[in-house]
Nanobody, 122 residues
Framework: QVQLVESGGGLVQAGGSLRLSCVASGRTFGSMGWFRQAPGKEREFVAARHWSSGITRYADSVKGRFTISRDNAQNTVYLQMNSLKPEDTAVYYC?????????????????WGQGTQVTVSS
């Protein structure tokens, strides 16, 4: 069975950092990404990366603060989050797609992790 398992969420103060991890199993993917969803809000794009080429995309709200990367040997994608702001508070979801071009909308992804909570206090 295809599985995406996120970890690394937690509570941090504004200006702090967290690194999220997503371990993929069950199959290979063309691209993987991160989305987030705050209470009462629609799930929004954060970052995505083509697995092999390194092509990346970032939401404007996180550009310059977040970095998506991979560990090929461990079949893992990471989201390094620096200079965190209270508005970054959300459940963060790992997502994967078989397409080579990483999309920026949740409908572009067919596989999802269970989510990990990130809370940033002021």
């Amino acid at each position: 069975q295809v599985q995406l398992v996120e970890s690394g969420g937690g509570l941090v103060q504004a200006g702090g950092s967290l690194r999220l991890s997503c371990v993929a199993s069950g199959r290979t993917f063309g691209s993987m990404g991160w989305f987030r969803q705050a209470p009462g809000k629609e799930r929004e794009f954060v970052a995505a990366r083509h697995w092999s080429s390194g092509i990346t995309r970032y939401a404007d709200s996180v550009k310059g603060r977040f970095t998506i990367s991979r560990d090929n040997a461990q079949n893992t994608v990471y989201l390094q989050m620096n200079s965190l702001k209270p508005e970054d508070t959300a459940v963060y979801y790992c997502a994967a797609t078989t397409t080579l071009d990483p999309g920026t909308h949740y409908s572009d992804y067919g596989y999802w992790g269970q989510g990990t909570q990130v809370t940033v206090s002021s």
